[in-house]
């Protein structure tokens, strides 16, 4: 498509969200441009329009949302080997150093000198991919395979945010799970927990209609919180994974376990110190570990979303076209109305 300019969803501080015109951005050497069509928008964007911060990380200057980014090869830079024009393809949006410890031990997703598209982690801020035209590092865009579809692989960086916390869990295949928080991680989790063939998985929420969206990519039960005080009574299970960023939801994680179980702690909890009920992880004998971001699940998630492993399409609820971001971010910010809302910027005119 030929471009004179570029829309760009764009958050100039707490409650101030934009969409802006931008210069076509040029691939330099190793770079490649994609032109967007899908981008998902994710809780971080909801905090960095609502509030202007995602926990310590505060606006200093306006940044461009979004890392859940498709779409196809639309430049190559100079003498930059990618992939043919045109290809369908997913970008990765984490730029590790490859020099720190936690890079040399094989963990770039908590590398000491890490960027994210659309972050205010850094200053100056890493500007992200919810624009017509996104440009990055060559290796960074994966293609999809053959056959998925772009709207399905809208969905491949929260899955694998998702499916890195299974993997945290170890081998889950026969287990009974506990997942709190049904929102579009939640219910990732719970896909990705069915691929990985786990046994039971019950699910908690404080609304009915993301406990649909459960069930549908795999629950095998699911508790409204609230509404029945009783649904967890005994429930044993032999890991938890947080997936609400709630410390209630740490809390039902920690008691809801069986003595010697597994607590993930994947959601982002408000910043600061959260009270945790430490006597419980002790005398049970519980485990507690993170999880946080991705590395190479991407691929892999791609492939389990083209095979139909990962069952993850009732997670999309709405699909909307850029010129209505605001409604698209209203209706993202209600957990009883939707899901994962995704952004559409193909031309109205040859979509």
């Given at each position: 498509?030929?471009?004179?300019?570029?829309?760009?969803?764009?958050?100039?501080?707490?409650?101030?969200?934009?969409?802006?015109?931008?210069?076509?951005?040029?691939?330099?050497?190793?770079?490649?441009?994609?032109?967007?069509?899908?981008?998902?928008?994710?809780?971080?964007?909801?905090?960095?329009?609502?509030?202007?911060?995602?926990?310590?990380?505060?606006?200093?200057?306006?940044?461009?949302?979004?890392?859940?980014?498709?779409?196809?090869?639309?430049?190559?830079?100079?003498?930059?080997?990618?992939?043919?024009?045109?290809?369908?393809?997913?970008?990765?949006?984490?730029?590790?150093?490859?020099?720190?410890?936690?890079?040399?031990?094989?963990?770039?997703?908590?590398?000491?000198?890490?960027?994210?598209?659309?972050?205010?982690?850094?200053?100056?801020?890493?500007?992200?991919?919810?624009?017509?035209?996104?440009?990055?590092?060559?290796?960074?865009?994966?293609?999809?395979?053959?056959?998925?579809?772009?709207?399905?692989?809208?969905?491949?960086?929260?899955?694998?945010?998702?499916?890195?916390?299974?993997?945290?869990?170890?081998?889950?295949?026969?287990?009974?799970?506990?997942?709190?928080?049904a929102g579009p991680i939640g219910?990732?989790?719970?896909?990705?927990?069915?691929?990985?063939?786990?046994?039971?998985?019950?699910?908690?929420?404080?609304?009915?209609?993301?406990?649909?969206?459960?069930?549908?990519?795999?629950?095998?039960?699911?508790?409204?919180?609230?509404?029945?005080?009783?649904?967890?009574?005994?429930?044993?299970?032999?890991?938890?994974?947080?997936?609400?960023?709630?410390?209630a939801g740490l809390r039902t994680?920690?008691?809801?376990?069986?003595?010697?179980?597994?607590?993930?702690?994947?959601?982002?909890?408000?910043?600061?110190?959260?009270?945790?009920?430490?006597?419980?992880?002790?005398?049970?004998?519980?485990?507690?570990?993170?999880?946080?971001?991705?590395?190479?699940?991407?691929?892999?998630?791609?492939?389990?979303?083209?095979?139909?492993?990962?069952?993850?399409?009732?997670?999309?609820?709405?699909?909307?076209?850029?010129?209505?971001?605001?409604?698209?971010?209203?209706?993202?910010?209600?957990?009883?109305?939707?899901?994962?809302?995704?952004?559409?910027?193909?031309?109205?005119?040859?979509?």
């Amino acid at each position: 498509m030929n471009m004179s300019s570029i829309r760009a969803v764009v958050a100039h501080g707490a409650g101030d969200l934009r969409v802006e015109q931008r210069e076509v951005p040029v691939p330099g050497p190793g770079e490649v441009a994609v032109e967007v069509r899908y981008g998902g928008i994710c809780g971080s964007d909801l905090h960095y329009w609502r509030h202007g911060a995602v926990g310590e990380f505060r606006l200093r200057e306006p940044l461009v949302l979004g890392h859940e980014i498709v779409g196809h090869v639309r430049q190559a830079g100079p003498g930059t080997q990618a992939l043919p024009l045109g290809t369908p393809v997913a970008v990765h949006p984490l730029a590790s150093c490859g020099t720190c410890r936690q890079c040399g031990a094989g963990r770039r997703n908590t590398c000491l000198d890490a960027g994210y598209l659309g972050s205010a982690a850094r200053d100056p801020h890493v500007q992200g991919g919810l624009a017509d035209v996104l440009v990055v590092p060559a290796e960074r865009v994966l293609p999809l395979p053959e056959g998925l579809d772009l709207r399905l692989a809208a969905l491949a960086e929260p899955a694998s945010v998702a499916w890195h916390a299974v993997r945290q869990a170890g081998d889950v295949r026969g287990k009974r799970v506990l997942v709190t928080g049904a929102g579009p991680i939640g219910c990732l989790v719970v896909a990705a927990l069915r691929a990985a063939g786990a046994g039971e998985i019950t699910v908690t929420d404080v609304h009915e209609e993301p406990l649909a969206v459960a069930r549908a990519v795999g629950a095998t039960s699911v508790v409204r919180v609230g509404s029945e005080p009783d649904g967890l009574d005994g429930l044993a299970a032999d890991l938890a994974i947080e997936s609400s960023g709630n410390p209630a939801g740490l809390r039902t994680c920690v008691y809801g376990v069986d003595r010697g179980g597994l607590v993930v702690g994947l959601g982002l909890l408000p910043p600061g110190d959260t009270p945790v009920a430490a006597n419980a992880v002790i005398t049970r004998e519980l485990r507690l570990v993170g999880s946080f971001r991705f590395d190479t699940e991407l691929g892999e998630v791609l492939r389990a979303l083209s095979d139909g492993r990962l069952p993850a399409d009732p997670v999309i609820s709405s699909v909307l076209p850029v010129s209505r971001t605001d409604e698209a971010f209203r209706l993202a910010a209600e957990p009883a109305r939707s899901c994962k809302v995704l952004l559409d910027f193909a031309d109205p005119a040859t979509a």
